[in-house]
């Protein structure tokens, strides 16, 4: 597999990108919509303002990879290397993507739109929503300690079945960690 580094692409389409390791390179205003990008290496690589969606992801690596105003939608990320997997999303939008047990222990969702994700058995520790639509996700038996729902909006999230120790959240997102239990708030 070739090894690709310190490169900037811009405005290529997802036949114009060659399976190998990437690491530390710049992709900006790409399209790779429903390209397959299965067993490709991003390594502290950052995307700006890229159509990412509906790509095929088996055992695409994604190490300390960084999203910004990019689209992402209907991705499999428990389908890409689950090894090293960390990830950073800034202004993105990620509806009906799934992360169903993935390590995503530390990665940050910030301003995003989330809109039916489903974060079910998903290693969320440490992870932050701020500023995150979650309307319609689905958090299942997964692990949200310290994770941090301040000023996200749209959660609904069973405290009984979730590992929620020392996870934040407003106060105005409470009613989402109620709704399971039937309370009528006022």
């Known amino acids: 597999m070739d090894y690709i580094t310190n490169q900037t692409f811009e405005g290529i389409s ?7 390791e990437y ?28 159509d990412l969606s509906s790509i095929r992801s088996k055992k695409t690596s994604f190490r300390e ?9 209907g991705i499999h990320f428990e389908d890409c290397n689950p090894y090293g997997l960390k990830c950073h999303f800034e202004s993105c ?17 910030s301003n995003s739109r989330l809109i039916e994700v489903d974060f079910t058995e998903t ?9 995150c639509n979650l309307s319609g996700s689905v958090f299942q038996f997964s692990h949200l300690e310290k994770a941090n729902f301040v000023g996200a909006q749209g959660y609904i999230i069973d405290p009984s ?20 239990f039937g309370i009528d708030i006022a």
């Open 23 to 50: 690491e530390n390179c710049q992709f900006k205003s790409c399209s790779f919509g429903n390209a397959d990008l299965s067993n490709f290496t991003f390594v502290d690589c950052e995307f700006i303002a890229c």
């Open 161 to 180: 079945n979730n590992r929620m120790k020392g996870a934040k959240f407003s106060r105005e997102g409470l009613a989402g960690l109620l709704t399971t």
């Open 65 to 73: 990879v960084y999203f910004r105003d990019c689209k992402l939608m």
């Open 14 to 20: 997802g036949d114009e990108l060659s399976l190998a």
């Open 123 to 131: 290693n969320l520790e440490s992870v932050s929503f701020e500023g």
């Open 93 to 109: 939008t990620l509806d009906y993507s799934f992360f169903y047990q993935c390590p995503m222990k530390g990665s940050r969702f």
